[in-house]
């Protein structure tokens, strides 16, 4: 009998940082993982801790959402005082290039709706024109039109991130087992039996943060949580000296200077190949915006397949058939890694999730699953 | 610039297989197009050999016979109808057939109804301490020089390595008189017991034996030091190569130089074909990825083959055959040939290849690298030389948990720099198989996606398509 | 670090490294040509400032990336000199331009 408090089975970024929150609380906990070629969406990450645009017709998502970036400098700190790892976060704000007057009327109309939707909590967004962003983001190219300042936005390093995490809550006390993947799940006398082909683990708590394979794994549960895949491709130049001092939606520079440029998104099933109409794409939009990245040369590309729920938002959500199972699952495991690892462990250690997130339970999707 | 419909065969890579392939599928009718990113014909094996045997006959003795007959491939290739085209990198491939080519023209997609990889070897990392200092390069680097360039290493060289490349190459730098000072073979003496026990089939090739056997006694008679034996390499100098230590015998040893080589063989250039993520399969004897295919270079994909070295280790003369085979096989999948002329045409470079394969593996045998070569002991060695992560940091990641590659690299940076992971790919899975006491096969590899060369933005971006996205 | 070996061509060309007048073979590539003309160190990596010279010459090892016309992180080994070529060590990152 392994007898742990909490299994979490998914090690990406959402996995991670729940399983962190919950060593954090004294719970003996485990990570079960998959084995190198996963599915892997916190490889394919962009990296934005981002606030606009979010939640628009949700106003519990964008409320999430706020309080996850607030949380998220604190959050960084802890981690790099228990582990020495920076992930280089940046809070500075962050910027929505608008590259036509429709896209600056439009998302116009989805921030000021959701900023009416959250009442009195300050959300804040500013459009300035270009000559007014060229401090923060040199070379601005002629063809941006506006773009829309939020000071609750920022960024940071996702792979440093997941390995924090990782660090972190090894350093807690954490179990880490990869390739566990989990074939069956079975109600036992006080918990969850998880079959692995490496042997069964016992746990009197199961947390399901398994990205792409959370359906397959909440089915288990008898819970149905609909995930599908979104494939985004981005592209990522040679390292260049410091330039742009905010992220913005098409491209932010990493700490170690290269451009990360990106914003596609297509259904293409489980594809990570990358396309190469896509990749011009990607680059002849992101020069619009910042002519001078033209002679810089892409050293890598991926294509990442992103978490997508129907509606885009959040699953949260217990197993009534099988108590004890948990299922955490969102398309955005940057941004909310601070309330996943602040704010969500005291919901899997017992206590009822908030009123205002009872929407992301499954139970919003009986409706499409029964017809 | 951009070409419109299709082409039925492109081969990428002018060397012995790609020429031979391009060749044969261009005698069967089929429109051949051989896309090469030098400015002329030959691969690695006959670089700029046209250049040497019409122009430089000091050079073409240097490097003797087996160089010089690469003329008269090159010479066949010119004569066909293929549609050569030098200069030319290939920075995407496509399972459908598109082929993403960067020439001084500018960017463009053309695409085939077959694609042929024929893009060779290259050396395999050599990570001993030092290794990036300037100073250090590959033997292969060398007879580069000399083929490509007419140079010869001035200064002190101080060789590190071992297999039949090495020796070659120790033996032609001794005769063009550069200022050799020691020749340090690594071949470990446990591997002529293993190599003994296949060395039956290898006699046929007796007379590459006995050339083999001839360069060693060459450079013996030379006088110039020679160590058999070596073993813990390092190479040492403040900011650039100053020389390299060693252990021969149970001796240690201290040689100063200003130039080191180091060989250990030669791994496919495997990375466009990696990139499609076709089937691969570990190989013990050559310790490194080969593509899974049939006798006729046949891929787990539809439209793509692999020929010569780039499939897995054969030598030139195995790529000639290995490229024809390839090149009927395409004429026959595209409908110019049928099977049983395919067969009967075919049939004596089969023969020949699987003939060859004993020589191989005898060679394989002979000289297995030393476990140091694929696994550094010492944590402070650079393993990834692009980003400058030590053998130390993948074991780090080892202990923290990560069983592969592409976790490694998530955690570690390895196989991000410019190189996407050719130098260092090996050796970081040699690194993670022996920390979490599993095979290599298991393992795996870096995911290698493109651009398989550097391109520029504006090359990306302007690259011409019918149909561009909004 | 390398000379010529025989049968030399004298067709030359004048480029300039680091502001230095070179007349090299026509047609050679600038690897070779900076190597022929004793340079040893062509950039400084990005990661640590440390020195780094040509390791593979058949460029898969992207140690030779020097500076060409302004164009940054060229492969030397790649590309052949031309007459009035201004060629610079790559120093670290590329310096952009916004």
Known sequence: MSGFDVTVVGGGLVGAAIAYGLAGKGLKTAILDEGDIAHRASRGNFGLVWVQGKGHGRPEYATWTLTSAELWHD???????????????????????????????????????????????????????????????????????????????????????????????????????PHHPVTAMTAINGGVRLTTPDGDIESAKVVIAAGLGTQRLAAMAGLYAPVGPNQGQLLITERVDAQLKLPT??????????????????????????????????????????????????????????????????????????????????????????????????????????????????????????? | MNEPASHDLIVIGAGPAGMAAAVAAARHDLDVVLLDDQPAPGGQVFRNVEAVVAKSPSRAALLGRDYGYGALFVDAMRQSTVDYRPETDVWQIGEDGTVGTLSPAGTALISGRRIIIAAGAMERPVPVPGWTLPGVMTAGAAQTLLKTSNLVPDGRVAMVGSGPLFFLVARQLLAAEADVVAVLDTTSDENYQAAQKVILGALKFWRDLLKGRRWMREITKSGVPFHHEVQDVRIFGQDRADGVSFEAKGIEHQIEADIVLLHEGVIPNQHLARSLDCAVRWDEEQLCWHVDCDTWGATSLERIAVAGDSGSIGGAAAATHRGRL?????????????????????????????????????????????????????DGVVVCRCEEVTAGDIRQAAALGVTGPNQAKAFTRAGMGPCQGRNCGLTVSAILADAGGMAAADVGQFRVRPPIKPITIDELADLAVDDPLE | MFRPYRDTDDATVRIHFEGQALDVPAGETVAAALLANGVSVFRTTPVSGAERGPYCMIGVCFECLVEIDALANRQACQIQVRDGMQIRRQAGAVAAVP
């Not at chain 1, 608008?98 to 600056?104: D, F, V």
């Not at chain 1, 290269?258 to 396309?275: I, K, P, Q, V, W």
């Not at chain 1, 997508?308 to 940057?334: K, L, N, Q, W």
């Not at chain 1, 309330?339 to 250690?349: F, N, S």
């Open chain 1, 75 to 177: 959050f960084a700190q802890q981690l790099q005082d228990e582990t020495g790892i920076d992930v280089e976060h940046s809070n500075q704000g962050g910027v929505f290039l608008n590259l036509s007057a429709e896209e600056e009327v439009g998302h116009r109309a989805v921030l000021e709706d959701i900023k009416r939707s959250l009442g009195n909590r300050p959300y804040s967004f500013e459009f300035m024109d270009r000559a007014a962003l060229l401090d923060w983001l040199p070379g601005l190219g002629p063809d941006v039109v506006s773009g829309c300042y939020s000071p609750h936005d920022g960024h940071a390093n996702p792979l440093k991130l997941l390995r924090a995490l990782h660090q972190a809550f090894q350093a807690r006390g954490g179990q880490y087992r």
């Open chain 1, 249 to 371: 939606n098409l491209v932010r520079q990493t700490g170690e200077g290269g451009l990360m440029l990106g914003f596609s998104n297509e259904e293409a099933g489980y594809d990570t190949m990358t396309r190469p109409v896509l990749l011009k794409n990607i680059a002849w939009r992101c020069r619009q915006a910042f002519p001078f990245i033209g002679g810089l040369k892409v050293v890598r590309s991926w294509a990442a397949l992103r978490i997508m729920t129907p509606d885009g938002f959040p699953i949260y959500d217990r197993a009534p058939e099988m108590p004890g199972v948990h299922v955490a699952t969102c398309h955005s495991g940057v941004t909310l890694a601070a309330v996943h690892a602040q704010r969500l462990p005291d919901w899997i250690a017992g206590a009822a999730l908030p009123d205002d997130m009872t929407c992301f339970e499954t139970g919003r999707f009986n409706v499409q699953a029964v017809s």
């Open chain 2, 326 to 378: 390839a090149g009927l096989d395409a004429a026959r999948r595209l409908g110019t040939i049928d099977e049983a002329t395919r067969d009967r045409l075919g049939k004596r470079d089969l023969q020949a290849d699987q003939r060859l394969a004993s020589l191989r593996l005898f060679l394989d045998r002979l000289y297995r690298p030393r476990r140091e070569v694929l696994v550094p002991p010492e």
